[in-house]
């Protein structure tokens, strides 16, 4: 039955193939700089020398192509209805060194589709996997079934969330019910548009505390980024955050991640 349909990842070890990492990038509640985050770990990876996809998870809503400047020519929707294979429709962020798929922002049926398509598509994500060292999904906000279906097929999951109350508890429904599914521990976290390392720590202590108690689990942070009015202006001029601001402090944060 497709409600039950798990995504296949059969193929996602081959035999003497190199396989890219495949993360899936999520948030729960929007607002927390989840696009930003996976626009800026792509851009770092690429810059220490790793190649590396950047794939609009978010279906319906994407907006990685308006961040970053880019009039995409082929799209996600050009995959979902059989026009094109994803390899060719592969767009160059020349700024950032990264590939971009981009989405489709405001069509309705692509956050809509069925579970088997869904999958076909996380096939085609993996068909192209031995030609990258990572491919990076932005997900849509949210928990919705979409989502968790995708961020199954992962290999890694990171949680960007902030300290604000309903962005943590959003980022603790969105880890239990991964948990709950049965893949739970490839969940990592990073605090974003924290005011300082510190703050970040008590963020992240709070969040793994109901981890702890509820869910018997300990999610590993992956890194906290410190907040910067930099960031806002580089998304206003649709320019990458490492392009523009290359030696702040935030920078150097998410080059730590990377």
């Known amino acids: 039955m497709t409600n039950t349909l ?3 990842k059969s193929d996602t070890k081959s035999a003497g193939k190199k396989q890219g990492h495949l993360i899936a990038v999520a948030s729960g509640k929007g607002g927390v700089g989840k696009t930003w985050f996976s626009i800026c770990l ?12 950047l ?15 880019l009039m995409a020519k082929r799209d996600l929707n050009d995959v979902i ?6 390899e060719h429709v592969v767009e160059r962020c020349e700024d950032g060194g990264f ?5 489709r922002s405001g069509h309705g049926s692509l956050s809509a589709l069925p579970l088997q398509r869904l999958n076909d598509l996380l096939q085609q994500v993996r068909s192209v996997l031995p030609k990258y060292d990572a491919v990076i999904i932005d997900l849509g906000a949210g928990i919705d079934r979409t989502v968790r279906f995708i961020a199954a097929a992962a290999d890694t999951s990171i949680v960007v969330t902030t300290d604000e109350p ?3 508890t959003d980022a603790y429904a969105f880890i239990k019910l991964s948990h709950a599914a049965g893949h739970g521990d ?33 999610p590993p942070l ?17 320019t990458p955050f490492l392009t523009r601001s290359p030696n702040s402090e935030t920078a150097q944060d998410i080059e730590k991640i990377a």
Not at 81 to 86: A, I, Q, R, V
Not at 99 to 103: H, L
Not at 222 to 238: F, L, P, S, T, Y
Request: positive net charge; charged residues 30%.
């Open 6 to 8: 798990k995504p296949d």
């Open 42 to 53: 792509s851009h770092a990876l690429a810059k220490s020398g790793k190649k590396v996809l």
């Open 55 to 69: 794939f609009d998870g978010d279906l319906g809503l994407a907006n990685i192509d308006v961040q970053l400047g």
């Open 81 to 86: 209805e059989g026009n094109l294979d994803l």
């Open 99 to 103: 590939d971009v798929v981009a989405g």
């Open 166 to 168: 309903t962005a943590l």
């Open 186 to 218: 490839n969940i990592k976290i990073v605090i974003n548009m924290s005011a300082d390392l510190k703050e970040g720590e008590g963020t992240y202590n709070t969040l793994v505390k109901a981890c702890k108690n509820f869910l018997k689990i300990v």
């Open 222 to 238: 992956v890194g906290i980024i410190r907040q910067d009015k930099r960031v806002k202006e580089a998304i206003r001029a649709q």
